[in-house]
């Protein structure tokens, strides 16, 4: 795996091309499961089916689903191996769709439903960087890796323009003409078109060869081999709480909280009615959340071509810089509205700007290098279940966001639910550029060997 691509031949750079086309249509479905619920939140939230603290369980539920999808994450991926591990997740994926849609406004198929869809994003999230890091060579581990994120931001323009294509097609939520029947068949359509996708990555997965590295692990488990030396301590003595183990696991799980704790997830599942409060009215809601989604994408394809020349920390510090302009933007414009300006489309279009300049900067940073952190920091004994606690960690704190998000605002304000944000964002900042090692270029044993 140490070759370049220019030195394999066709066959193997065909391979490769797919590999990484496939594997980061997993990256898709993550997307999906973030941006469907934005899309078809308000035709929900109009036909009152729930109080608005039950809605935001509804919106936190995919991503509850996430914390539980990513426990057996690492043991699937050890017992099955890492491709029949994102086959399983693909299923998941499948089956949560008919369960959202056939609720009919039933709380509880709902949020059972939108819990499923988030397991498999659990699932797919720890084990997809995983499988391209061990697959790819060093040389292309960023930009392999980067399309997992490069996909998911194609998923969220996927949902995006759905919303748009809906709210064209049958009408705004909160237009007068609009009847309850229509609303709920605009909203199941939202979640309908998101199959899609899910069907073409089901049948693409069965081209996929197995992770070299779990083959190897397999093979050497079955000929009873123990990977010990003469004059290296066994391995039942290698403790797990050594500084080896504990800083990049540590390291890990603080930079995926702190990503999550930007709002990104979380927040973005609200982000068509955070429009609608700061004073765009309807589809023109809609039209802004395309718009930052798109830039989202185009960002991500350049933090993609950079991750490899610029380095993991570069683009983390001026990231998380960015993020923190950004979310204080937003957070500056709803404190105006909350103390007597009154919301238009001047001010609409306003949170609208500073939302991109949150989403540019986070596609640019966190966005790509967080799947990285997670796949190269955590040393070969460690990895499996090290990523599955670190992603249970970092959709913990995305969950939490989600789920109290209205109850959040109703007691504070937009304004301040931002800023509390963007202070967050000045601990990822910190741990970015302070105690973030440089991994470019290097293999994941020299990066293991870092951290001895």
């Not at 509880?108 to 720890?126: N, Y």
Request: proline share 4%; charged share 15%; hydrophobic share 55%.
């Amino acid at each position: 795996m140490g070759e370049t691509s220019g030195t394999l031949p066709a066959s193997a750079r065909r391979y490769t091309i797919y590999l990484m086309a496939m594997a980061g249509l997993g990256g898709l479905l993550y997307g999906i499961d973030v941006g469907a619920i934005a899309s078809a939140l308000p035709y929900i939230k109009a036909l009152n089916y729930f109080t608005e603290a039950r809605l935001s369980t509804v919106v936190g539920a995919v991503l509850f689903g996430s914390v539980i999808g990513s426990l057996p994450a690492g043991v699937f991926a050890e017992w099955l191996g890492r491709k029949k591990a994102i086959l399983i997740g693909s299923v998941v994926f499948l089956c949560s769709i008919p369960m959202i849609v056939f609720s009919d406004g039933n709380y509880s198929v709902m949020v059972a439903g939108r819990f499923v869809q988030g397991a498999s994003a659990g699932l797919l999230g720890v084990v997809i960087p995983m499988y391209l890091a061990e697959c790819l060579p060093p040389e292309s581990r960023g930009k392999g890796t980067g399309l997992f994120q490069l996909f998911l931001t194609i998923g969220l323009v996927f949902m995006a323009l759905v919303g748009v294509g809906v709210t064209k097609f049958f009408g705004a939520a909160d237009s007068a003409t609009l009847d309850a029947a229509t609303k709920a068949v605009a909203w199941k359509t939202v979640f309908w078109l998101s199959a899609i996708p899910g069907v073409v990555f089901l049948f693409g997965i069965f081209g996929l060869k197995e992770s070299p590295s779990w083959l190897k692990k397999r093979a050497d488990k079955a000929a009873g081999i123990v990977a010990e030396k003469a004059d290296a301590p066994v391995v039942h003595k290698d403790s797990l709480f050594q500084r080896k183990y504990i800083y990049p696991f540590c390291l890990a799980v603080v930079v995926l909280a702190c990503t999550q704790a930007t709002g990104i997830n979380s927040v973005l599942n609200y982000s068509v009615d955070i429009f609608n409060k700061s004073g765009l009215p309807g589809i023109v809601g809609n039209y802004a959340d395309a718009a930052i989604k798109i830039v989202n994408l185009v960002m991500t394809v350049v933090a993609v071509s950079l991750v490899d020349r610029k380095g993991r920390t570069f683009l983390l510090k001026m990231g998380t810089l960015g993020i923190i302009v950004g979310l204080a933007g937003v957070g500056g414009t709803f404190f105006a509205i909350e103390h007597g300006v009154v919301a238009s489309q001047l001010t609409g279009w306003l949170t609208a700007i500073f939302f991109m300049v949150f989403i540019a900067f986070y596609a640019s940073g966190p966005g790509v290098c967080v799947w990285l952190a997670l796949s190269e920091l955590m040393p070969e004994r460690i990895r499996a279940n090290g990523m599955a606690i670190a992603l249970l960690i970092n959709q913990g704190v995305s969950t939490t966001i989600a789920s109290v998000f209205y109850p959040w605002v109703n007691a504070v304000g937009y304004a301040w639910v931002f800023f509390t944000l963007a202070l967050c964002t000045v601990v990822y900042f910190v741990t970015a550029a302070f105690f973030m090692p440089e991994t470019k270029g290097k293999t994941l044993e020299e990066i293991e060997e870092f951290f001895k």
